[in-house]
Structure formats: structure tokens, C-alpha cells
Nanobody, 116 residues
Framework: QVQLVESGGGLVQPGGSLRLSCAAS????????MAWYRQPPGKQRDFVAR????????NYDDSVKGRFTISRDNAKNTVYLQMNSLKPEDTAVYYC?????????WGQGTQVTVSS
């Protein structure tokens, strides 16, 4: 069983930065593909970024390319999302996802609000 706990969300002004963390309680963390999704108020949950098990491959939604960076520390069972140049439209609940084969697990989410 995988348990994921996100942290690092909060209120930030436009142009600011935040770093989200997702700590996984699972053995064999390094085998999991990890991803971040987000769900704006009243909208569906959308893909943000993904990182392969060893961290060699990353993918981003076009809306965050050049501003967000996903990374992982397999020794700490943690995945990160560094968010720079934040915009009001980045406001959402951010969710961490762990995937292995055809099984995916979600965290409880962390709120990010970008507002002046």
C-alpha cells in the first residue's frame, strides 16, 4: 500500500515561487513513476508533470513548461514540484500520484493560491 502526503502549498503573489513536496510511505519507491496533477476550483483534475522511476525522463503540460520543475529523491522517498513565475491561473489543489504497472495512488492534495 502506498501512502502519499503532499505539503508546501499556500498563498503566494503572482510572480512568486513555491516548492511542493510529496512524501511516499512505501517500499520500492524508486520503482514508481511519480506525477503531479492539479484541480482548479470547479474544474477537472489535469496533468501537470511526470517523472520516471529513476528520474531520467520528465514530461510537462505546455502551460507549465519553463516555469515548473519536477524532481525526486529516491533516498528520501520524495518527489518535488518547484513552481516559479506563478500566475493566478495556477491556483488549484495540487495532487501527487504514484503509479506502478496499472495501479495508481493519489495523495490528499495541497492548496496553492496565487493572488495579490
Amino acid at each position: 500500500q502506498v501512502q502519499l502526503v503532499e505539503s508546501g502549498g499556500g498563498l503566494v503573489q503572482p510572480g512568486g515561487s513555491l516548492r511542493l513536496s510529496c512524501a511516499a510511505s512505501v517500499s520500492g519507491f524508486s520503482a514508481y513513476t511519480m506525477a503531479w496533477y492539479r484541480q482548479p476550483p470547479g474544474k477537472q483534475r489535469d496533468f501537470v508533470a511526470r517523472i520516471s522511476s529513476a528520474g531520467a525522463t520528465t514530461n510537462y503540460d505546455d502551460s507549465v513548461k519553463g516555469r515548473f520543475t519536477i524532481s525526486r529523491d529516491n533516498a528520501k522517498n520524495t518527489v518535488y514540484l518547484q513552481m516559479n513565475s506563478l500566475k493566478p491561473e495556477d491556483t488549484a489543489v495540487y495532487y501527487c500520484q504514484a503509479s506502478l504497472y496499472r495501479t495508481s495512488t493519489w495523495g490528499q492534495g495541497t492548496q496553492v493560491t496565487v493572488s495579490s
